[in-house]
């Protein structure tokens, strides 16, 4: 079945740790996004990339840092900078961008204590 | 910059009644909407999507959205709900390039029996 895939469901860390969370598409979508959520918040856009070894930042990209190596995979890793990174992190991808709908991963709940 | 406004924070609906779920955007061209429906700790999931022409959209699980583009919104509405549909759901507009999505914060549905 083709579709996105975020691992793990759920993360916990340290405070001052890195972390990495992973996200993979088997849609053979050009551009994928990371989104964080809290609650109340609705979804703010991370970074997003729209072909390999190319990426942009989006609102809130201030501590977190993105790879683009594959067209397939997106991993988002929240550095220690991010002062508040306990959240709900969605994964999405789409043929391209531009006026193309998003597909969603099922997300990571990354709690840092 | 494109905005999007969802009035009402949580909705409370009996089963088998009307629904409509308001959405107002800010966007100086054309926009391109969505709605999606999160269930708890999941995912995204499209509902419909408007990009141009009739500006009345039909989407799945029964649901329909209006453009309207003198108000500037984007109504969700579902003639009969089920307990099912209890869940989040959000509009969200794209700017037309190749940034990612801009969310409003959500409306929670609650179905009473």
């Known amino acids: 079945d083709g579709g996105i895939t975020q691992s793990p469901k759920y993360l916990f860390r340290k405070e001052g740790q890195n972390v990495t969370l992973s996200c993979e598409q088997n849609l053979n979508h050009d551009a994928m996004y990371w989104y964080r959520q809290d609650p109340g918040q609705g979804l703010r856009l991370i970074y997003y990339s729209q072909i390999v070894n190319d990426f942009q930042k989006g609102d809130i990209a201030e501590g977190y840092s993105v790879s683009r190596e594959k067209k397939e995979s997106f991993p988002l890793t929240v550095t220690s900078a991010q002062k508040n990174p306990t959240a709900f992190y969605l994964c999405?991808?789409?043929?391209?961008?531009?006026?193309?709908?998003?597909?969603f991963g099922p997300g990571t709940r990354l709690t840092v204590t | 910059a494109q905005s999007v406004t969802q009035p009402d924070i949580h909705i409370t609906v009996s089963e088998g009644a009307s629904l409509e779920l308001r959405c107002n955007y800010s966007y100086g061209a054309t926009p391109y909407l969505f709605w999606y429906v999160q269930s708890p700790g999941q995912g995204l999931q499209l509902l419909l999507k408007?990009?141009?022409?009739?500006?009345l959209v039909q989407g799945i699980k029964g649901f329909e959205a209006e453009f309207k583009r003198s108000q500037s919104s984007f109504n969700l509405r579902k003639p009969s709900v089920h307990w099912s549909d209890a869940a989040e759901y959000f509009c969200a507009v794209l700017g037309g390039g190749a940034d990612g999505l801009t969310f409003g914060k959500g409306t929670h549905l609650i179905i009473q029996p």
């Open positions: 408007y990009f141009s022409g009739d500006t």
């Open positions: 999405a991808s789409s043929v391209a961008g531009g006026s193309y709908e998003q597909y």
